[in-house]
């Protein structure tokens, strides 16, 4: 898989402190693969099965990585979902760099859509949307979540599937505990045969 991503030689050394808080209280998530939509992307290759044939959503897509995994592995349909307008661009950018086709939601909750998947990778980076988990178990049968970033992991529903190592391209010289993820299964029913 291709991605448009920010270039690896980023001048990150030469912003001012000013220029370094301002892209961290605004920042473009989808110019990175972040450590979590790789796991994802690499579980959903490896396990075509979660998808193939179904339609998925993903939720907090940034550059589309996870939804361009389940396309390449065999979904029917996939909706890339983002508040952000500059993430549906560029997953629509990296979607068209792969040749596949997505469909794009700018609200998760403009709708009462039902899914069969809804994956879900590093949006847990707040607290505060650990309670979007159990909206998703209300909408699809599986939920495949990827997240480094929440440690007592506990949520009903869910359980502890895997765990990988990756780091965010470009690499942004995060912490080590960041690029431990672990994969959380949620569902009503199994997925995998």
Not at 28 to 34: G, L, S, T
Not at 122 to 140: E, H, Q, S
Not at 186 to 193: A, K
């Amino acid at each position: 898989m291709q991605l448009f991503l920010l270039s690896a030689d980023f001048p990150q050394h030469d912003l001012s402190p000013e220029q370094t808080q301002r892209i961290m209280n605004y920042p473009a998530y989808w110019c990175f693969c972040w450590a979590s939509g790789q796991v994802m992307a690499r579980h959903i290759f490896d396990n075509p099965e979660l998808v193939r044939g179904k339609r998925v959503l993903d939720f907090g897509c940034g550059s589309g990585v996870a939804a361009i995994a389940a396309k390449l592995a065999g979904a029917a349909e996939v909706i890339a979902c983002d508040l952000d307008e500059d993430a549906i661009k560029a997953s629509r950018a990296n979607a068209q760099l792969n040749g596949v086709v997505l469909d794009y939601s700018g609200d998760f909750f403009a709708s009462d859509e039902q899914y069969d998947v809804i994956l879900v990778a590093d949006v847990l980076y707040d607290r505060a949307n650990l309670p979007l988990l159990n909206a998703f178990l209300r909408r699809a049968p599986a939920v495949l979540v990827a997240d480094s970033r929440v440690k007592d992991f506990q949520v009903d529903g869910y359980r502890w599937l895997a765990f990988q190592r990756a780091t965010t391209v470009p690499d942004l010289a995060e912490s080590e505990e960041f690029s431990r993820v672990n994969l959380y299964l949620g569902g009503r029913e199994p997925v995998y045969r």
